[in-house]
């Protein structure tokens, strides 16, 4: 079945870790590709997403993800995490289905230890 | 402020009951989303509406019914018919541009609980 699939349910880190999360999706043709998260207490917001260009792309709080089409894959990744980085961090896809349609993640809970 | 507002936050109901879930947005957005979140299951599309009087199905539309009779509001009734009703459903909104690119803005979301 077509899906987004993200590999780890749960991570712990210690502050200053590097972070990879891993989204990997299965639909083939133009996807358009984004990252939310959700801090504790608050709305999910978007952190980044990818259209087209370079595959490299940049969002707040220091994140990037890299797009790489061979792989299917949109990991999510930051250098140094910092304790305010604790959250669920969501991978979507949206694809043209007779309507645009976004296909979520199951979602990557990410605990950073001060 | 702009921005999505559902309410209540969280709402019980006895098993048998439909209820109808409230979502309002002030940011002038044409689309309008129901989520349902389940734990390890992520987000799942319910039901949208990418403009006035106009709604399709999600993923998981089977004992849940919309309307969209105003731009600003997109209510979501959970039926009786719904297997599995408790849930936590969120609310978006987006702008309707071309080629699936818009950022979706969410509620805070509204916690059902069936009894």
């Known amino acids: 079945a077509q899906s987004v699939s993200q590999h780890n349910h749960h991570v712990i880190l210690s502050e200053a870790a590097s972070l990879e999360l891993g989204c990997n999706y299965s639909?083939?043709?133009?996807?358009?590709l984004f990252w939310y998260v959700q801090y504790p207490g608050q709305h999910l917001q978007l952190l980044l997403k990818?259209?087209?260009?370079?595959?490299l792309v940049k969002g707040i709080k220091g994140f990037e993800a890299e797009f790489i089409k061979s792989k299917f894959s949109f990991n999510l990744r930051k250098p140094s995490v910092q304790w305010s980085d604790t959250a669920e961090y969501f991978c979507?896809?949206?694809?043209?289905?007779?309507?645009?349609?976004?296909?979520f993640g199951a979602g990557t809970r990410l605990f950073v230890k001060a | 402020d702009g921005g999505i507002t559902q309410s209540p936050k969280y709402l019980f109901r006895k098993e048998g009951q439909n209820v109808t879930l409230s979502c309002e947005q002030n940011?002038?957005?044409?689309?309008m989303y129901w989520y349902r979140q389940d734990p390890g299951q992520g987000l799942r599309l319910i039901y949208y509406?990418?403009?006035?009087?106009?709604?399709q199905k999600g993923d998981i539309a089977e004992g849940y019914s919309v309307s969209r009779e105003k731009k600003e509001s997109f209510p979501l009734t959970v039926t009786s018919a719904q297997k599995n009703p408790t849930a936590f459903y969120l609310c978006?909104?987006?702008?309707?541009?071309?080629?699936?690119?818009?950022?979706?803005?969410f509620g805070p979301g509204t916690r059902l609980t069936v009894l």
């Open positions: 978006a909104s987006s702008t309707r541009g071309a080629g699936g690119q818009d950022t979706q803005y």
């Open positions: 639909y083939g043709g133009t996807v358009n």
């Open positions: 990818y259209f087209s260009g370079d595959p």
């Open positions: 979507a896809v949206n694809r043209y289905t007779g309507g645009f349609k976004t296909i």
């Open positions: 940011l002038n957005h044409d689309a």
């Open positions: 509406s990418q403009i006035v009087n106009d709604f």
